[in-house]
């Protein structure tokens, strides 16, 4: 009864490996992924930045600017950026990796690594954003 599992298990790995050596083989795909590494630290690093210095104060996460400030609450939201950007990159990485052997995967994998670095750079101005809310305002 347990060796359709493991059957089922060994197609699984096997297909994972290939998807992981398809999108590893593609050059621009290397690039996409150190950049993704070192922008995802910096993502951190600011959010962690941000939090160190508010504090135990109260923390400013919106700010409109025809009636003040909306949103105020705990300094550890700050995280809640990083976080989801993270869980997004994650799932474009994912859902490039379903794109292996077909005509597209060159092109799904610059969209979805272009797509990684605008999700980057717009957490970057989130935070900025949020680094002048809270201590510039």
């Given amino acids: 009864m347990a060796f359709p599992f493991f059957g089922f298990r060994y197609e699984l790995k096997q297909k994972v490996s290939l998807s992981f050596k398809a999108f590893w083989n593609y050059i621009p795909n290397r690039w996409y992924f150190f950049t993704f590494i070192i ?12 939090f160190a210095m508010i504090g135990s104060d109260l923390f400013v996460s919106h700010y409109n600017v025809n009636f003040g400030i909306d949103g105020v609450g705990e300094a550890k939201r700050v995280f809640n ?25 060159n092109f799904m994998a610059h969209a979805t690594g272009l797509t990684i670095i605008l999700l980057h750079v717009l957490a970057a101005l989130a935070l900025m954003a949020l680094y002048l809310t809270n201590f510039i305002a």
């Fill in 81 to 105: 950026i990083a976080f989801f950007i993270l869980i997004f990159s994650l799932i474009n990485l994912f859902f490039l990796l379903n794109f292996r052997g077909k005509n597209v995967f």
């Fill in 39 to 50: 922008l995802e630290i910096l993502i951190w690093f600011f959010s962690y930045h941000i």
